[in-house]
């Protein structure tokens, strides 16, 4: 896993969806073992029996434990299902087994975001197409030769529910998040840790009305992200980029939603990352549209304000009054 000490610090914002995650592997893990224990064993036993029915004679030439699944009372496709339930616990076991790597996506200097994001978690939806599996054998005894990826795009909406949450460490320039917007569903979280100059608001244009959205310029800034129940997405930003939350439980109006608390001058800059200097514009106009924007304290000079010559007048008379005389 790479050494930068801000993944530990977001995988701890995302720590809940982690550990949804491995207890579902784990939970299901045990369905598989108790499963292929109580059936093996089943299974074995008849294989005894059939055994000695059969005889010494027919030792060397009938597979006793084959033979058992054409036993009268005995499931027809046993070793089929088994054999599924072997392979899916392997698969799961494999996944559980590894480290807080498996959440922990490096994107290569001028790589993909969309395409390493969207590999990371077909490699993580193999858990649910081992679940599936398991469910489908224990049905009709289907064979499966292998458990294969799964997609997000595949991925039911009770998975997208428990989807693990990835940490991804890209270039600033390569931070092109708006496609990020195809894995934004169900739990899913993201955390973006950008290396070096970006964009001003990359994220902006993934707003909307139940996105958790943030660019913060520390992980401490990102601390809501984890505790928001739908899809969210938050990025460690240069101090030269925007900074805002985009809170869905902010209010129903969406600049009760978004606020604001650096907004660079919407200056002409230099093209990034196949951005163009007028999208760049752009994202910053939709972040200041969108909303609550610091104001700007304007100090307004004290100015002498013009006498009037009848009420100068007026009180140069008072002072020759005594108002107290009848």
């Not at 720590?15 to 893990?29: C, D, E, G, N, V």
């Not at 458990?147 to 997000?152: D, H, Q």
Request: glycine share 8%; with cysteine.
């Amino acid at each position: 896993m790479p050494s930068d000490e801000r993944i530990e610090q977001a995988l701890e914002t995302v720590s809940a969806q982690k550990q949804a995650f491995r207890s579902a592997l784990a939970a299901t893990i045990d369905q598989m073992g108790a499963y292929a224990h109580a059936h093996g064993a089943a299974k074995d036993q008849k294989a005894e029996l059939i055994a000695m029915e059969l005889g010494p004679f027919a030792a060397n030439l009938v597979d006793a434990s084959e033979f058992s699944q054409y036993a009268e009372d005995a499931p027809a496709s046993t070793t089929q299902t088994l054999d599924v339930v072997k392979k899916a616990q392997e698969t799961l076991d494999e996944l559980a087994d590894k480290g807080d790597e498996i959440f922990v996506v490096e994107v290569e200097s001028g790589g993909s975001l969309w395409h390493s994001v969207h590999q990371r978690l077909a490699e993580l939806g193999r858990a649910f197409a081992a679940a599936r599996a398991f469910e489908t054998a224990k049905a009709n005894g289907e064979k499966v030769e292998s458990v294969e990826t799964l997609p997000f795009g595949k991925w039911s909406s009770r998975e997208r529910r428990l989807a693990p949450p990835l940490v991804v460490s890209i270039d600033g320039a390569d931070c092109r998040a708006n496609a990020l917007a195809d894995f934004l569903d169900g739990s899913l979280k993201l955390v973006l840790l950008l290396r070096g100059e970006s964009t001003p608001a990359p994220l902006v244009r993934l707003i909307t009305p139940n996105t958790f959205v943030a660019q913060a310029n520390d992980i401490a800034g990102l601390k809501k992200l984890g505790l928001w129940d739908g899809p969210g997405i938050g990025a460690v930003v240069p101090d030269s980029a925007a900074r805002f939350v985009h809170d869905p439980k902010g209010g129903e109006k969406i600049v009760e939603r978004v606020k604001i608390s650096n907004l660079p001058e919407d200056v002409r800059r230099k093209p990034m990352g196949g951005v163009s200097a007028a999208q760049q514009g752009e994202e910053l106009r939709q972040l200041k549209a969108l909303g609550d924007a610091p104001k700007k304290q304007v100090v307004q000079e004290e100015t002498e304000t013009p006498v009037n010559p009848a009420d100068k007048l007026a009180a140069w008379l008072l002072t020759r009054v005594d108002l107290d005389e009848g």
